[in-house]
């Protein structure tokens, strides 16, 4: 089907899996990222694709990708993805949960990801958006290297920061939330003795909880020779002022954040914080996250729409789900504009459409994400 050509700006896990759904329905599209290649940024470490998504996902893309189990980060040993929630105090008591019949619970290795969402997506790199006009009979899309695109839609799928909502909703950026919780992050490189025996907690990651202080423990990678793995972590503690951009961790040193960290595990069981005791200052990470969150808010009528992180960032404390939602809109936005006719006369409606199933869903998920920081 020809139809509406979509300009989508941002090639995250949000904007390339419309561009796949596109694909499929035969829409035509352009994808524009200002990174200058697929490599060139840190794509962050690992991701848990519930099975909500991932039956979704598998509907909404052509059949000539590969497997989606390929981006498990355990898939290539023919391990199944596996999640813990201990008690921070008492690691006897493990509720896991992992892979089974009718649920396909991945926990995704977030660059082999999008590479996955990549398959056959033709990416106009080095472009990095600048702003759009916007007229009767389209849209153009303009970039800092001076060149434009006509298209009939525009969608912001450029994160948290995104250009494009600073453009379509100038009041909402101050309505990014900082939440009062402070995070420290770091990383460790556990021999095989050591990774073994968390890997026997859970596979993929374990979460403890104690006394309003979480951990998070992720395994990144597996060396080839598996006598290593590369494993993160994540301490967050809740602090009132911590929603203030100057929070004392935005600015401390690597030696301040490690110990920090080393002097509030007391009380929490040896079993969760061993990765954070065998982190070097080194692999402390800095300057270290700051969450945020957006209850997404309403959006003009037009030919603009924004979707994942750009109109809801939310936390990752319920399941993580912030990048599935934004793969959920990317599903729900194609679908409208899949119904729209050939000439591409209701724009407007379809976006509305999208926005009506979108805002509940997306408010919801940010909402119960906070609650459970
Ligand atoms: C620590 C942590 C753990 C998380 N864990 C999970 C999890 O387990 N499960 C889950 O579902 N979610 C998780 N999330 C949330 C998830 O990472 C995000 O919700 C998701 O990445 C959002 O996808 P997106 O495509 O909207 O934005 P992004 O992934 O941020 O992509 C935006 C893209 O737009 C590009 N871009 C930005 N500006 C421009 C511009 N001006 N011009 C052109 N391109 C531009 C960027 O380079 C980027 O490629 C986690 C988040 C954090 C911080």
């Known amino acids: 089907m020809a139809g509406p050509h979509v300009l989508i700006i941002g090639a995250g896990l949000g904007g390339t899996s419309l561009a796949q759904a596109l694909r499929k329905r035969g829409i035509p599209f352009s994808l524009f990222e200002r990174d200058t290649f697929e490599g060139a940024r840190f794509q962050g470490w690992a991701i848990s694709l519930h099975s909500w998504i991932t039956s979704d996902l598998l509907e909404s893309t052509k059949g000539d990708l590969p497997d989606l189990g390929t981006v498990g980060i355990t898939a290539h040993l023919g391990v199944p993805s596996e999640g813990a929630i201990l008690n921070g105090e008492d690691t006897s008591e493990i509720r896991r949960f992992s892979e089974g019949p009718g649920f396909q619970f991945i926990r995704a290795d977030r660059a082999k990801l999008r590479s996955w969402l990549l398959t056959n997506i033709q990416i106009k790199w080095n472009k990095r958006f600048t702003h759009y006009e916007e007229n009767e009979d389209g849209i153009q899309a303009f970039f800092e290297d001076g060149t434009s695109y006509k298209g009939d839609i525009l969608v912001g799928a450029d994160g948290i920061s995104s250009r494009v909502r600073h453009q379509l909703l100038p009041y909402a950026n101050t309505g990014t939330n900082r939440l009062n919780l402070g995070v420290i992050m770091g990383e460790v490189i556990a021999p095989e003795e ?86 070097p200052v080194k692999g402390m990470l800095q300057p270290p996250l700051q969450m945020k969150d957006m209850v ?66 997306a408010k919801e998920s940010v909402l119960r994400s906070r609650a459970a920081t």
């Open 296 to 361: 997404p808010p309403e959006l003009p009528t037009g030919r603009v729409t924004l979707l994942g992180d750009a109109i809801h960032p939310m936390t990752p404390f319920f399941q993580g789900e912030g990048g599935c939602q934004a793969m959920k809109d990317s599903m729900s936005l194609a679908r409208f504009i899949e119904a729209l006719p050939s000439n591409g006369k209701g724009v407007q409606n379809a976006l509305e459409k999208y926005h009506n199933e979108m805002r509940p869903r």
């Open 194 to 279: 050591q990774y073994r025996r968390w890997s026997e907690i859970a596979a993929s990651f374990y979460v403890g909880v104690s006394d309003g202080r979480r951990i998070f423990v992720g395994l990144k990678s597996i060396a080839d020779d598996q006598k290593s793995a590369q494993y993160y972590w994540m301490y967050t503690w809740s602090d009132q002022q911590a929603s203030q951009e100057s929070y004392w961790t935005a600015k401390a040193s690597k030696e301040e954040l490690h110990t920090f960290v080393m002097n509030h595990l007391e009380g929490l069981h040896p079993t969760l914080t061993e990765p954070i005791r065998e982190t």
